[in-house]
């Protein structure tokens, strides 16, 4: 059987790693309901379908602003071949697993650089164990950008074996495919024109010598990058337009102690997410650099400098524009980790008694940088995957044993490091595959793990049966406009617009949607209703999207009901059919009072979901409709109550509008009930959540 299985070539295996992977997580990415990475999975989407429809990248119709296209190039055909955009979902995350799957191909070459035939196939597999190929769940960037960065990170270690002039540009070519896929692999410029320094330190290298060496290097990147500049300037535009949309990138002022201090939480968490064991084998190896072999000197050399270069890259990001630690933009560098891993393994694993302990223990203690009552948080599920199976360990033994419990794990994994056997030296490159695969549940599908975040944020946006409701209730080659009034979740427009190709422009009366997506503001007028554009045209879309505190006069074709967004036939111009005045911006809290104005308003009856929080009211609370010139309705609303109130409504006699106004009492100020735990202010009343006026001819 054993020589059966060593006559099988290192290719079918390559071929079977990936094909295993591929299936894993294929099926794996069925149980995400829903786009969960707001708004960067809108985004891609959007532009691949953009792509795919009419061969150009819009994002809700407007041009590309600057997003990097080969990822939605990629999707394109996907969403040209699906109408369906559920259907297109599950096939582009389907996509996700065989393009993430890929890295094992470049991991196995860069290993086959350093290790023999057997260890570069448990390189390829370890590829693919990592916890972040959950992101093949997800529409995003990571799935192409990982087997690319690995690509990337093998060219340059040829250019570094030998700096031909093919190398050189064949490295060149690929880190502008990079760059084309994700902004980040600007990093890759100064990582490669770093590394052969590194490798000179190394290697024991005279700087002369390198320079000579690597000139066509240096030279090929100087060359293009004043090209590039010179091309930017003659069209009249600045360097950091380059970014494209993450132009704010580079204009942004970055704190040396902030970054420092980032750069410590992201290099503590990246080996966290190594466990310990491949990161102190890289110590060892750097403390007998000058011994190594030349393949493998260049490897650590490699890896050496894009770890330099990209760990502080990411931390400066993180400390300006998102505060928490992007595991997501560092993991790519983890096979690089484990090469190093095996390559030590191969060569012996050589443990100098005190080197071997100060680099064990400094890993281990390492990981105790990380602020654990900072990161472990709702953040940390789309950017910091690692964090997750700890946080799900909080939930059980209490924040304030989850150090002292880390600390035991990595202290755990530096006494093995130590202590095994040189002959079973092997056990640590499986022990971390098997500990990659223990997080990887707790990621996916715990408590705080993908699939679970995933049909929360769907039930934020739809509630309907179908995710694509809006697509089977339009005519076909309709689309409606979504006026976001901001009463609900943001979410419901997100969710919607992924789901059904028929959502259209984006309107917003306050502010817009997190995210700064393409959209426009409009204004209802306080008289007639008339809803218009900044440049006071009116708004003329036949088909619109609101949630039930806008009512435009037409006729409603479909709702969602558990959000009460609902889909309206509207005969141009879009007129508000109803006001109403008294709950707060963005919020369906109410103050003392509420009023309620219907346009053009026939006799019929108004039903208003109220409802009360327990959390600021432990007695009942009394709200009355007062309509025309006396009271017409009231209701008790027990704490915590959910109630429909009925109320009959009818124009004055000469008028044309209905009028209601409802009292809420008591009140309460959420600064003084809560004691203290709350800075609120405001003097609340009731939830109003929706208002539904139906005429009595209907």
Not at 635 to 657: F, M, N, Q, Y
Request: proline share 7%; net charge negative.
């Amino acid at each position: 059987m054993a020589a059966s299985l060593r006559r099988v070539p290192p290719w079918a295996w390559l071929v079977a790693i990936v094909a295993a992977s591929f299936a894993f997580r294929a099926l794996l990415a069925r149980g995400i309901a829903a786009p969960f990475v707001i708004v960067d999975e809108i985004i891609w989407s959007e532009l691949a379908r953009g792509i795919g429809d009419d061969l150009e990248p819009v994002l809700r119709g407007e041009p590309n602003p600057g997003y990097s296209l080969v990822y939605p190039v990629l999707l394109a055909p996907v969403y040209a071949l699906f109408e369906s955009l559920p259907d297109a979902y599950g096939a582009v995350k389907t996509l996700n697993a065989l393009l993430m799957s890929l890295a094992a191909v470049p991991a196995y070459l860069l290993a086959r650089r350093v290790v023999g035939t057997g260890l570069s196939l448990l390189a390829a597999a370890l590829a693919v164990l990592v916890p972040s190929l959950a992101y093949t769940g997800t529409v995003m960037t990571e799935n192409v950008f990982y087997p690319l960065f690995l690509v990337v990170s093998l060219a340059l270690v040829l250019v570094l074996e030998h700096p031909s002039w093919r190398r050189v540009l064949l490295l060149a070519a690929l880190v502008a495919v990079a760059f084309a896929t994700r902004v980040q692999a600007a990093t890759f410029v100064p990582a490669i024109l770093l590394a052969p320094l590194v490798l000179a330190l190394v290697a024991g290298l005279g700087l002369r010598e390198t320079a000579r060496r690597y000139a066509r290097l240096y030279g090929a990147f100087a060359l293009l990058g004043v090209a590039a500049l010179v091309a930017r300037l003659a069209a009249g535009r600045s360097p950091d337009e380059a970014l494209g949309a993450y132009e704010p990138v580079g204009e942004a002022s970055y704190e040396v102690g902030e970054v420092l201090r980032y750069t410590l939480w992201h290099a503590a968490e990246l080996t966290l997410y190594l466990l310990v064991i491949p990161v102190a084998a890289t110590v060892l190896l750097v403390l007998r650099a000058r011994s190594l072999d030349r393949p493998l000197q260049t490897l650590l050399a490699a890896t050496l400098a894009l770890t330099a270069c990209f760990v502080p890259a990411v931390a400066a990001f993180a400390s300006v524009f998102s505060e928490r630690i992007e595991e997501r933009n560092m993991f790519y560098l983890a096979p690089l980790f484990v090469v190093l891993l095996l390559a030590w393994v191969e060569r012996g694993a050589i443990r100098p008694r005190t080197a071997s302990v100060l680099a064990a223990s400094a890993c281990a203690l390492l990981v105790l940088a990380i602020p654990f009552d900072r990161f472990l948080a709702t953040p940390a599920i789309t950017d910091t995957l690692m964090l997750l199976p700890l946080w799900s360990l909080q939930d059980r033994i209490g924040a304030d044993w989850i150090a002292l419990a880390t600390l035991a794990l990595t202290a755990s994994l530096a006494v093995v490091l130590l202590l095994v056997p040189r002959r079973f030296a092997l056990a640590l490159p499986l022990l971390l595959g098997v500990l990659w695969l223990l997080a990887s549940r707790p990621i996916w599908s715990g408590t705080h793990g993908f699939e679970r975040f995933s049909e929360g944020v769907r039930f934020q946006g739809i509630r309907a049966q179908h995710r694509d409701w809006i697509d089977r209730a339009l005519p076909d080659g309709a689309a409606a406009a979504f006026l976001w009034t901001g009463r609900t979740d943001s979410l419901t427009v997100h969710q919607n617009e992924f789901f059904s190709r028929g959502v259209g422009p984006v309107y917003y009366l306050d502010d817009r949607t997190p995210g700064f997506l393409p959209e426009t503001k409009v204004s209802i007028d306080p008289r007639t209703g008339l809803v218009t554009l900044p440049d006071g045209k009116p708004v003329t879309d036949e088909h619109v999207l609101a949630d039930s505190t806008f009512e435009p006069i037409g006729e409603a074709i479909a709702l969602d009901v558990g959000w009460g967004i609902r889909l309206w036939r509207i005969d141009p111009p879009l007129v508000s059919a109803s006001r109403v005045d008294g709950l707060y911006p963005n919020d369906t809290w109410s103050g003392e009072t509420v009023t309620y104005a219907r346009r053009r308003c026939e006799p019929g009856l108004l039903l208003v979901e109220l409802s009360s929080d327990p959390a600021l009211f432990l007695e009942p609370q009394t709200v009355v409709a007062w309509a025309g010139d006396g009271k017409t309705a009231s209701v008790r609303l027990a704490p915590g109550d959910h109630v429909v109130l009925r109320i009959p409504v009818a124009p004055r006699p000469g008028e044309d509008d209905c009028r209601v106004t409802f009292t809420v009492t008591p009140t309460a100020v959420p600064a003084q009930v809560t004691g203290g735990e709350s800075d609120d202010e405001r003097v609340l009343g009731a939830h109003f959540n929706s208002f539904r006026y139906t005429p009595l001819d209907s």
